[in-house]
Protein backbone atom coordinates (compact mmCIF):
# COMPACT_ATOMS: atom_id res chain seq x y z
CA UNK A 1 0.00 0.00 0.00
CA UNK A 2 2.78 2.38 0.70
CA UNK A 3 4.95 1.47 -2.79
CA UNK A 4 1.44 2.37 -4.11
CA UNK A 5 1.15 5.86 -2.68
CA UNK A 6 4.86 6.56 -3.52
CA UNK A 7 4.59 5.52 -7.22
CA UNK A 8 2.22 8.76 -8.24
CA UNK A 9 4.35 10.84 -6.43
CA UNK A 10 7.37 9.73 -9.21
CA UNK A 11 5.65 9.39 -11.48
CA UNK A 12 4.03 12.68 -11.64
CA UNK A 13 7.84 14.35 -10.49
CA UNK A 14 9.41 12.79 -14.06
CA UNK A 15 7.27 14.11 -17.17
CA UNK A 16 7.47 17.79 -15.97
CA UNK A 17 11.08 17.52 -16.46
CA UNK A 18 11.08 15.22 -19.22
CA UNK A 19 8.05 17.82 -21.11
CA UNK A 20 10.81 20.68 -20.25
CA UNK A 21 13.59 19.18 -22.16
CA UNK A 22 10.89 17.82 -25.08
CA UNK A 23 9.67 21.70 -25.17
CA UNK A 24 12.96 23.07 -25.25
CA UNK A 25 14.05 21.00 -27.76
CA UNK A 26 10.93 22.13 -30.30
CA UNK A 27 12.39 25.40 -29.35
CA UNK A 28 15.81 25.24 -30.39
CA UNK A 29 14.22 24.00 -33.88
CA UNK A 30 11.66 26.62 -33.93
CA UNK A 31 14.71 28.87 -33.31
CA UNK A 32 17.02 28.00 -35.95
CA UNK A 33 13.74 27.86 -38.64
CA UNK A 34 13.46 31.79 -37.37
CA UNK A 35 17.27 32.47 -38.25
CA UNK A 36 16.95 30.82 -41.67
CA UNK A 37 14.25 32.79 -42.22
CA UNK A 38 15.85 36.06 -41.05
CA UNK A 39 18.88 35.43 -42.93
CA UNK A 40 16.91 35.07 -46.31
CA UNK A 41 14.89 38.33 -45.50
CA UNK A 42 18.24 40.05 -44.46
CA UNK A 43 19.61 38.70 -48.16
CA UNK A 44 16.90 39.92 -50.02
CA UNK A 45 16.81 43.21 -48.47
CA UNK A 46 18.20 45.76 -51.48
CA UNK A 47 17.84 48.84 -48.98
CA UNK A 48 18.01 48.78 -45.43
CA UNK A 49 14.99 50.40 -43.17
CA UNK A 50 12.39 49.97 -40.79
CA UNK A 51 10.20 49.86 -43.80
CA UNK A 52 12.15 47.24 -45.63
CA UNK A 53 12.15 45.35 -42.40
CA UNK A 54 8.31 45.44 -41.82
CA UNK A 55 7.16 44.96 -45.00
CA UNK A 56 9.08 41.59 -45.81
CA UNK A 57 7.35 38.16 -45.55
CA UNK A 58 10.02 36.12 -44.68
CA UNK A 59 12.00 38.94 -41.58
CA UNK A 60 8.34 39.12 -40.20
CA UNK A 61 7.82 35.30 -40.64
CA UNK A 62 11.22 34.97 -39.10
CA UNK A 63 10.70 37.55 -36.37
CA UNK A 64 7.06 35.98 -35.41
CA UNK A 65 8.83 32.21 -35.33
CA UNK A 66 11.70 33.69 -33.03
CA UNK A 67 9.12 35.33 -30.75
CA UNK A 68 7.42 32.07 -30.57
CA UNK A 69 10.49 30.03 -29.52
CA UNK A 70 10.81 32.87 -27.02
CA UNK A 71 7.95 32.47 -25.14
CA UNK A 72 7.85 28.78 -25.19
CA UNK A 73 11.72 28.79 -24.11
CA UNK A 74 10.72 31.30 -20.58
CA UNK A 75 7.46 29.02 -20.10
CA UNK A 76 9.65 25.72 -20.14
CA UNK A 77 12.40 27.64 -18.35
CA UNK A 78 10.38 28.24 -15.58
CA UNK A 79 10.06 25.52 -14.20
CA UNK A 80 12.22 23.49 -15.53
CA UNK A 81 15.93 22.23 -14.37
CA UNK A 82 18.23 24.69 -16.51
CA UNK A 83 21.44 22.76 -15.76
CA UNK A 84 19.17 20.23 -17.78
CA UNK A 85 17.71 22.72 -20.56
CA UNK A 86 20.39 25.07 -21.51
CA UNK A 87 22.77 22.46 -23.04
CA UNK A 88 19.56 21.79 -25.03
CA UNK A 89 19.37 25.19 -25.99
CA UNK A 90 22.79 25.15 -26.94
CA UNK A 91 21.37 22.64 -30.14
CA UNK A 92 20.00 25.76 -31.98
CA UNK A 93 23.78 26.89 -33.03
CA UNK A 94 23.82 23.31 -34.31
CA UNK A 95 21.25 23.35 -36.05
CA UNK A 96 22.13 26.67 -37.70
CA UNK A 97 25.07 25.79 -38.53
CA UNK A 98 24.33 22.94 -40.16
CA UNK A 99 21.23 24.73 -42.43
CA UNK A 100 23.65 27.75 -42.85
CA UNK A 101 26.06 25.04 -44.78
CA UNK A 102 23.38 23.30 -46.26
CA UNK A 103 20.91 26.57 -47.75
CA UNK A 104 23.32 29.52 -47.55
CA UNK A 105 26.48 26.88 -48.56
CA UNK A 106 28.18 28.82 -46.05
CA UNK A 107 32.07 27.42 -46.17
CA UNK A 108 32.91 24.58 -43.30
CA UNK A 109 36.45 24.98 -41.93
CA UNK A 110 37.62 23.30 -38.71
CA UNK A 111 38.65 26.83 -36.94
CA UNK A 112 34.79 27.93 -37.23
CA UNK A 113 33.45 24.54 -36.07
CA UNK A 114 35.87 24.23 -33.37
CA UNK A 115 34.31 27.63 -32.57
CA UNK A 116 30.84 26.50 -32.61
CA UNK A 117 31.72 23.48 -30.74
CA UNK A 118 33.12 25.79 -27.68
CA UNK A 119 30.60 27.61 -27.68
CA UNK A 120 27.85 25.39 -27.50
CA UNK A 121 30.15 23.57 -24.16
CA UNK A 122 30.50 26.74 -22.83
CA UNK A 123 26.64 27.47 -22.90
CA UNK A 124 26.25 24.27 -21.74
CA UNK A 125 28.78 24.79 -18.33
CA UNK A 126 26.89 28.11 -18.39
CA UNK A 127 23.81 26.15 -17.27
CA UNK A 128 25.25 23.84 -14.15
CA UNK A 129 26.51 27.06 -13.26
CA UNK A 130 23.13 28.48 -13.16
CA UNK A 131 21.57 25.70 -11.31
CA UNK A 132 18.92 26.10 -8.51
CA UNK B 1 30.79 34.47 -50.79
CA UNK B 2 34.59 36.06 -49.27
CA UNK B 3 34.46 36.08 -45.42
CA UNK B 4 32.51 38.11 -42.94
CA UNK B 5 32.83 41.59 -42.38
CA UNK B 6 33.56 43.45 -39.42
CA UNK B 7 30.53 45.85 -39.94
CA UNK B 8 28.22 42.78 -40.03
CA UNK B 9 29.65 41.25 -36.58
CA UNK B 10 29.66 44.30 -34.85
CA UNK B 11 26.26 45.31 -35.44
CA UNK B 12 25.50 42.02 -34.36
CA UNK B 13 27.67 42.63 -31.48
CA UNK B 14 25.84 45.85 -30.73
CA UNK B 15 22.37 44.16 -31.49
CA UNK B 16 23.32 41.49 -28.06
CA UNK B 17 24.14 43.98 -25.99
CA UNK B 18 20.64 45.86 -26.50
CA UNK B 19 19.30 42.14 -26.19
CA UNK B 20 21.25 41.60 -23.12
CA UNK B 21 19.50 45.29 -21.75
CA UNK B 22 15.81 43.50 -22.79
CA UNK B 23 16.34 40.94 -20.62
CA UNK B 24 17.47 42.90 -17.19
CA UNK B 25 13.50 44.57 -17.75
CA UNK B 26 12.11 41.97 -18.43
CA UNK B 27 13.72 40.53 -15.55
CA UNK B 28 12.68 43.18 -12.85
CA UNK B 29 9.24 43.34 -15.11
CA UNK B 30 8.42 39.64 -14.39
CA UNK B 31 9.65 40.37 -10.58
CA UNK B 32 6.89 42.39 -10.54
CA UNK B 33 4.68 40.19 -11.91
CA UNK B 34 1.83 38.82 -9.30
CA UNK B 35 -1.80 38.58 -9.76
CA UNK B 36 -3.93 38.72 -13.43
CA UNK B 37 -2.87 38.86 -16.88
CA UNK B 38 -3.30 42.39 -17.30
CA UNK B 39 -1.06 43.19 -14.51
CA UNK B 40 1.47 41.30 -17.02
CA UNK B 41 1.29 44.56 -19.02
CA UNK B 42 3.99 46.70 -16.57
CA UNK B 43 6.30 49.03 -18.22
CA UNK B 44 9.05 47.11 -18.00
CA UNK B 45 7.94 44.18 -19.61
CA UNK B 46 6.86 46.72 -22.02
CA UNK B 47 10.47 48.10 -22.53
CA UNK B 48 12.00 44.36 -21.99
CA UNK B 49 10.04 43.68 -25.56
CA UNK B 50 10.92 47.09 -26.98
CA UNK B 51 14.53 46.54 -26.41
CA UNK B 52 14.38 42.96 -27.90
CA UNK B 53 12.74 43.78 -30.88
CA UNK B 54 15.02 46.69 -31.55
CA UNK B 55 18.13 44.50 -30.71
CA UNK B 56 16.50 42.08 -33.34
CA UNK B 57 16.44 44.95 -36.10
CA UNK B 58 20.50 45.05 -35.97
CA UNK B 59 20.49 41.66 -35.53
CA UNK B 60 18.81 41.54 -39.18
CA UNK B 61 20.79 44.31 -40.34
CA UNK B 62 23.82 42.45 -39.44
CA UNK B 63 23.48 39.13 -41.27
CA UNK B 64 23.00 40.80 -44.47
CA UNK B 65 26.42 40.73 -45.36
CA UNK B 66 28.49 37.63 -44.13
CA UNK B 67 27.61 34.05 -43.47
CA UNK B 68 24.65 33.49 -40.47
CA UNK B 69 27.27 30.50 -39.36
CA UNK B 70 29.56 33.12 -38.62
CA UNK B 71 27.26 35.73 -36.86
CA UNK B 72 24.40 33.29 -35.49
CA UNK B 73 27.12 31.72 -32.39
CA UNK B 74 28.68 35.50 -31.78
CA UNK B 75 24.65 36.32 -30.56
CA UNK B 76 26.14 34.01 -27.82
CA UNK B 77 28.01 36.89 -26.41
CA UNK B 78 24.53 38.59 -25.20
CA UNK B 79 25.43 35.34 -22.05
CA UNK B 80 28.25 37.11 -21.34
CA UNK B 81 26.94 40.40 -21.06
CA UNK B 82 23.59 39.06 -19.22
CA UNK B 83 26.03 37.35 -16.90
CA UNK B 84 27.44 40.61 -15.87
CA UNK B 85 24.00 42.96 -15.51
CA UNK B 86 22.85 39.81 -13.75
CA UNK B 87 26.04 40.47 -11.03
CA UNK B 88 25.62 44.25 -11.31
CA UNK B 89 21.75 44.47 -10.87
CA UNK B 90 20.67 41.48 -9.08
CA UNK B 91 23.55 40.71 -7.19
CA UNK B 92 23.48 36.90 -8.21
CA UNK B 93 26.53 34.86 -7.27
CA UNK B 94 29.63 34.68 -10.27
CA UNK B 95 30.31 31.19 -9.83
CA UNK B 96 33.37 29.05 -11.01
CA UNK B 97 31.02 27.16 -14.08
CA UNK B 98 29.77 30.59 -14.91
CA UNK B 99 33.12 31.80 -15.49
CA UNK B 100 34.24 28.86 -17.10
CA UNK B 101 31.19 28.85 -19.45
CA UNK B 102 32.01 32.76 -20.06
CA UNK B 103 35.39 32.10 -21.11
CA UNK B 104 34.60 29.12 -23.59
CA UNK B 105 31.51 31.28 -25.01
CA UNK B 106 34.17 34.06 -25.53
CA UNK B 107 36.86 31.90 -26.65
CA UNK B 108 34.28 30.17 -28.90
CA UNK B 109 33.56 33.47 -30.37
CA UNK B 110 37.09 34.33 -31.28
CA UNK B 111 37.34 30.59 -33.04
CA UNK B 112 34.08 31.41 -35.17
CA UNK B 113 35.52 34.87 -35.88
CA UNK B 114 38.74 33.63 -37.26
CA UNK B 115 37.05 30.94 -39.13
CA UNK B 116 34.67 33.43 -40.79
CA UNK B 117 37.70 35.78 -42.04
Redesign the interface.
Known sequence: MSSAAANPVTATDAPPRRKGAGLVFCCTVLGAAAQILLKTGANQMAHPSLWAIVTSIPLLAGLSLYGISTLLLVLALRDGELSLLYPVIALTYVWVTVLSLIIFHDRANPIKLLGITTIVIGVAVLGRGSRR | ?NGTPLSSMALVLFGSIIGSFGAVFLKSGSAKLKFGFWRILNVQLAFGVAL??LS??F???G??QG????L??MV?LG?VWT?FWSRLFFKEAF??????????????????????K
Open positions: MFLSVFILIRELSVYPSYLTPQKFIGLGLILLGVFFVGLGG
